[in-house]
């Protein structure tokens, strides 16, 4: 099991920048696919970027350019950079897990944290 705990969110106006963290139990460098998922009020939960154990990332057509994520081996947490943030970015961003061991496909949720984007 893995337990996943987001920081970082708040209010920003727009063309600010915020930083959020996700702190893992086990060492992020060993878990297959982690992931910074955002869902809006009404909307689905959608992908806004990912990076795997071999250190692929990938990144929603909406936040290429200005969102980055990372890793943080002190810490052991994996970061989203958001930069030039926009009121469309608003939403809970919640912090994922997957992996497979023996056989079996893990996935875990963070609690989420709130990102408010003022116009």
């Known amino acids: 099991q893995v337990q996943l705990v987001e920081s970082g969110g708040g209010l920003v106006q727009a063309g600010g920048s915020l930083r959020l963290s996700c702190a893992a139990s086990?060492?992020?460098?060993?878990?297959?696919?982690m992931g910074w998922y955002s869902q809006a009020p009404g909307k689905l939960r959608e992908l806004v970027a990912s990076?795997?154990?071999?250190?692929?990332?990938n990144y929603a057509d909406s936040v290429k350019g200005r969102f980055t994520i990372s890793r943080d081996a002190g810490k052991n947490t994996v970061d989203l950079q958001m930069n030039s943030l926009k009121p469309e970015d608003t939403a809970v961003y919640y912090c994922?897990?997957?992996?497979?061991?023996?056989?079996?496909?893990?996935?875990?949720w963070g609690q989420g944290t709130q990102v408010t984007v003022s116009s």
């Open positions: 086990r060492s992020v460098f060993r878990i297959d696919h």
């Open positions: 994922n897990a997957e992996y497979t061991e023996r056989f079996t496909r893990y996935g875990y």
């Open positions: 990076i795997t154990s071999g250190g692929s990332i």
